[in-house]
């Protein structure tokens, strides 16, 4: 078995320039043009406009790009990882990578994914916010104070001792940012994200994802494959498609998951995505961790020599 993993990550890593890195790679254009057949627009021209950052077309998208540089990695370097985890989004490229859906199929998911968040969210302005430098626990119990029926803010994403993200109704957010720092947060960082991810507003749209999953054609994983809904792996489908599932309102245990993955005796870790967002996370998390990012194509190389 091989020693090392794959992470990929989830909205926010999106830019303007991640088709350039690998715009000489074979795999890389292929799977891009796969996807823009498939979801029936130019990916190239997307990536330039103000539409990238619109969830209906950042979703698919990301997708398709972390695909892409899996199978430009798999093509240099044909050693399958011990396991693979995603953050929020990147999940699903996790499902590709590891053989659970194909790419055909999961992108067509992800789309449908991103509509029902859409339409989740209708009626409602919502809005996600970083929090740096503060417990958790005292996170949770100042959003706990704030939330009301209909007026909701949210701990969404568990990234480190140091982060947390938060989400939900606009005004909620907004208002939760006063007593946050006044509890010691450092910072409260507005993110550039059009929907309230993993928060309960999410709840009612996951039973309409899940009938949708059921009819797919899903398989066992390949590797193991942790999910953020418990930071845990799963050997029935139905587990993983009930995972999947949940993950839509439920927070994202990334601490978990990569404590989960430390604990199987893995510390090399490869970024597979644009950007280097989970990278630091990572550091932050296991202190015993070597961590490579395949955020550009000549990073296969050096790569390949650490996990070699």
């Known amino acids: 078995m ?3 993993s794959v992470i990929f990550p989830g909205q926010g890593s999106q830019n303007k320039d991640m088709l350039d890195l690998y715009r000489d790679n074979n795999p890389f254009n292929q799977t891009i043009d796969m996807a823009s057949e498939i979801l029936g ?8 406009d103000d539409r990238l950052n619109d969830t209906l077309y950042t979703q698919p998208i990301l997708l398709a790009v972390s695909v892409g540089i899996w199978r430009a990695w798999q093509d240099k370097f044909k050693i399958t990882p011990a396991v693979a985890a995603g953050h929020s989004l990147g ?3 996790a499902i590709v990578a590891s053989g659970v859906l194909s790419f055909e199929d999961c992108i067509k998911l992800v789309q449908k994914r991103a509509s029902l968040m859409v339409e989740a969210c209708k009626g409602r302005k919502t809005l996600m916010a970083a929090v740096i430098g503060l417990d958790k626990e005292k996170i949770i119990t100042i959003c706990q104070q704030l939330t009301k029926p209909d007026y909701v803010v949210e701990a969404v994403n568990f990234n480190s ?7 939900g109704d606009y005004l909620a957010v907004e208002e939760s940012i006063t007593p946050l720092k ?3 947060a450092k910072l409260v960082k507005k993110l550039d994200v059009s ?9 009612k749209c996951s039973n309409d994802l899940y009938k949708y ?3 797919m054609n899903f398989s066992n994983p390949n590797f193991e494959l942790i999910h953020n809904y418990d930071a845990s792996s799963k050997s029935e489908i139905n587990d993983i498609i009930q995972a999947l599932s949940k993950q839509l309102f ?3 245990k990334w601490v978990d998951s990569i404590n989960m993955i430390s604990n199987m005796g893995i510390n090399k870790y490869i970024e597979i995505g644009p950007g280097k967002v989970l990278t630091g996370l990572v550091k932050r998390i296991n202190k015993n961790a070597t961590i490579n990012s395949l955020s550009e194509e000549t990073d296969i190389a050096d790569t390949i020599k650490t996990v070699s």
Do not use: C, F, K, W
Request: no cysteine; glycine share 6%; hydrophobic share 40%.
């Open 41 to 48: 627009y130019n990916i190239r021209q997307v990536v330039l």
């Open 91 to 93: 999940e699903y490229s």
């Open 182 to 184: 006044s509890a010691g």
């Open 161 to 167: 001792a140091q982060q947390t993200v938060i989400g």
């Open 250 to 252: 439920s927070p994202v």
């Open 195 to 203: 929907v309230a991810s993993h928060t309960s507003i999410m709840e």
């Open 213 to 215: 999953m059921i009819n």
């Open 2 to 4: 091989s020693d090392y």
